[in-house]
């Protein structure tokens, strides 16, 4: 069990950290990498400020069993474990995925509640209804356009 409440955890890298059990409230986590990280009934949550877990980078992680409140806008979760995981919050403040990727993520046995999956960007991710591939164009378009940007730099192109 580790506690990491409160304490600014911005851009630091947990890639293969062993958070089970872990206590993540309150953190300032933008950029923040969790690749393949055991976060098995980790509780993780902005704790109503919002500052949440914008564009961090859960790919690969084990989140089977953990609970996750808050904001996490922009977040990569590619081919994470999300089974007898929670997504919940209340009326007055809902969870937010707004752009959240879940590419290949196992979500068959996430609990949701008040959580508003309009724009998240679903892609070969198996929710508790079914297989969801509604945001793979989606996601290619993102990819083709960050090539062509690379491409920008390079003369003649």
Known sequence: FIDLSFVNLEGANFSKA????????GNKTAGTIFIKANMTNASISDSGQRV???EVDFSFANLAGARLRGNFDKAN???VNLKGA???G???YPPSINGTIFLGADMSSTKMKYVNLKEAIFCE???PWGNDNSGCEKLF???IEKSNENFDDIPGF
């Open 77 to 79: 979760f590619t081919n």
């Open 90 to 92: 209340s009326s007055d």
């Open 52 to 54: 949440g877990f914008i």
């Open 125 to 127: 991710t198996l929710l």
């Open 18 to 25: 062993n958070l089970t059990k872990g206590e993540l409230w």
């Open 141 to 143: 378009n993102q990819e």
């Open 86 to 88: 929670e997504f919940a």
